[in-house]
Structure formats: structure tokens, C-alpha cells
Nanobody, 122 residues
Framework: QLQASGGGLVQAGGSLRLSCAAS????????MAWFRQAPGKEREFVAGGTWDDGTTYYADSVKGRFTISRDNAKNTVNLQMSSLKPEDTAVYYCAADGGRYWDTNPVKYDYWGQGTQVTVSS
């Protein structure tokens, strides 16, 4: 089970830190990622990292502003979001992929958190 938290309302230019806590399984053997979905849009990849060597990946739209990190000891994955823009407004989901290779396709992910709302006002 994945539990996402940390969303909220913030002004443009502000920061938020999302957390995803896993229970019942260890994240150390999963590729972990954050996705987001805005109203009327498809779910899109935001940031993620591999389980084996910790390589991180970012969508071009968030590169340089968002940072993903994982703490295997605490079984959590965090997403630090800075310089937020109104277009970052969405429901953010954390997800775990037990596959062997890295993938940003949400259909490849096995487990999902419930989502946390991020709203950025202009």
C-alpha cells in the first residue's frame, strides 16, 4: 500500500514537498515514480528513479524544479517541488513498478497511492 501526502494550495513560485509512504512491502526493489493528472488530461509522468542504481528521471516540464528522493530505510519516496507554476496544478500519485526495466508508462506500474491534490495559484 502506498500513501501519498503533502499536497496543498500554494502561490506560484512557492514550494511543496510530497511524501509517499509504503507499507506491506519494501520499496527498495521497486522502481518508484510520481505521476500527475490534471482535470481533463491524461495521467503523466513527473519524476522517478530506479531501484537498482538510483538513477533519476524527470519530465522536461519539471526538470530543474522538482527533485525526487527515496529513503529505503524509512520506506518513503519524496518529491520536492520548487518554483511551482499554475500548470503544475494536478492530483499527484506515487507509484511502484516491479518490472526489471525503467518505464514511464503508467500502465506498467503495479501499485498506486491514492493521490494528493496540488493547487498552484497565480
Amino acid at each position: 500500500q502506498l500513501q501519498a501526502s503533502g499536497g496543498g494550495l500554494v502561490q506560484a513560485g512557492g514550494s511543496l514537498r510530497l511524501s509517499c509512504a509504503a507499507s506491506g512491502r519494501t520499496i527498495s526493489v521497486y522502481n518508484m515514480a510520481w505521476f500527475r493528472q490534471a482535470p481533463g488530461k491524461e495521467r503523466e509522468f513527473v519524476a522517478g528513479g530506479t531501484w537498482d542504481d538510483g538513477t533519476t528521471y524527470y519530465a522536461d516540464s519539471v526538470k530543474g524544479r522538482f527533485t525526487i528522493s527515496r529513503d529505503n530505510a524509512k520506506n518513503t519516496v519524496n518529491l520536492q517541488m520548487s518554483s511551482l507554476k499554475p500548470e503544475d496544478t494536478a492530483v499527484y500519485y506515487c507509484a511502484a513498478d516491479g518490472g526489471r526495466y525503467w518505464d514511464t508508462n503508467p500502465v506498467k506500474y503495479d501499485y498506486w497511492g491514492q493521490g494528493t491534490q496540488v493547487t498552484v495559484s497565480s
